[in-house]
């Protein structure tokens, strides 16, 4: 019997499983949540310790998940199925907590973009998942990380942090805090319009990354969105923009040689196809217009939660160098700066592509 066997058998017989278990063994790649696949002689299943360290609300957290994916599954739509405890709750509760899924069978995510059409893919599979919660009251749902992307609090907290220089690292990296300080009157047109409702509140994913969608591994074509935990209300832009934030990047996150990293303009392009189509009927006029702002300010928000944390000695991102996160602020301000140059041309296919 495995390590894992012993240790997560007992929490494992707590859920509503199909079958006898034979094996539990660690699964994916994630950082945030303990995952692991469970096979029973009848079927497969995901369960995962839940991190309540970065998400300490696990009952808003699941009431979310829940809301969600069953919206989703009342309109015929594959996603998450969460597996009840014995005792009828959406999770374990205790010191640790835990919960369950369906094992979603015959796909595979991507870790990073390869193939434009692949990227084009995962525009759409995102757009419909944006479409199909269109009349989802996203008002109902909590924020499971408060202010997540409230761009204005990110840059007050970037200030505080720069004003302490905890570490002295502030001399090390002018140039990255010139930018960020310089751009201080682009980052409120988001919560701007969510509050005058110039921008409408939507359910928001929150982590759009590529490797967040399960592909059907036969066609390549998306099956399901993952990764629910930060499920929230929100704006559109947010959801665009991150994609685009990580999957429009000539070179890795942390890639330290700069000339390297660049936004890739045809990839945008690629991934707004898949997107904007799907969306066609439920996008507004203004967001469509901010479609290209919302990948700016997803990209300069992490950049300066990057330079932030560097400032602050690397007490929330995880670094496996000293100057890690001052890398990874690099790149983010680098592709933000070409975004910006290329507003024009980012609007332009936009517009093409919904008219």
């Given at each position: ?223 399901a969105v993952i990764d629910l935990d930060t499920i929230m209300p929100g704006s559109m832009l947010f959801d665009f923009g991150d994609s685009i ?111």
């Open positions: 019997m495995s390590e894992y066997m012993q240790q997560y058998k007992n929490v494992a017989e707590q859920f509503c499983l199909l079958g006898n278990i034979l094996s539990i063994e660690p699964y994916g790649e994630g950082h945030i949540n303990l995952t692991l696949l469970v096979t029973t002689d009848e079927k497969r299943y995901i369960m995962q310790k839940m991190n309540t360290r970065v998400f300490n609300d696990p009952d808003s957290l699941m009431a979310n998940i829940c809301g969600v994916t069953q919206h989703l599954t009342a309109r015929g739509i594959e996603t998450l199925n969460v597996i009840p405890t014995k005792a009828g709750e959406s999770y374990l509760k205790g010191d640790e907590c835990y919960r369950v899924y369906d094992f979603i069978e015959n796909t595979v995510t991507y870790q990073k973009v390869t193939d434009k059409e692949v990227f084009k893919n995962s525009g759409k599979a995102f757009g419909e998942f944006q479409n199909y919660l269109a009349e989802f009251d996203a008002s109902k749902l909590t924020e499971t990380i408060k202010r997540f992307h409230d761009t204005p609090k990110r840059f007050a907290d970037f200030k505080a942090a720069l004003t302490a220089d905890v570490c002295d690292r502030a001399k090390t990296c002018q140039a990255e805090i010139d930018f960020i300080l310089s751009h201080e009157n682009t980052y409120g047109i988001a919560m701007a319009g969510l509050a005058d409702g110039s921008l409408p509140l939507r359910v928001t994913h929150n982590d759009t990354k590529l490797n967040n969608i399960l592909m059907d591994a036969e066609t390549n074509k998306a099956r934030r990580f999957g429009a990047s000539t070179a890795a996150e942390d890639e330290k040689d700069l000339d390297k990293v660049h936004f890739d303009i045809d990839l945008f392009k690629a991934y707004a196809e898949g997107y904007c189509a799907a969306v066609k009927d439920s996008i507004t006029a203004r967001e469509a217009e901010l479609l290209p702002y919302g990948s700016y300010l997803m990209t300069i928000e992490c950049g300066m939660r990057f330079l932030a944390d560097y400032l602050s000695g690397d007490t929330y991102f995880a670094t496996k160098y000293t100057d890690h996160n001052l890398v990874r602020a690099r790149t983010q301000i680098r592709l933000a700066s070409e975004m910006e140059a290329s507003f024009q041309a980012m609007s332009e296919i936009v517009a093409n592509i919904l008219k």
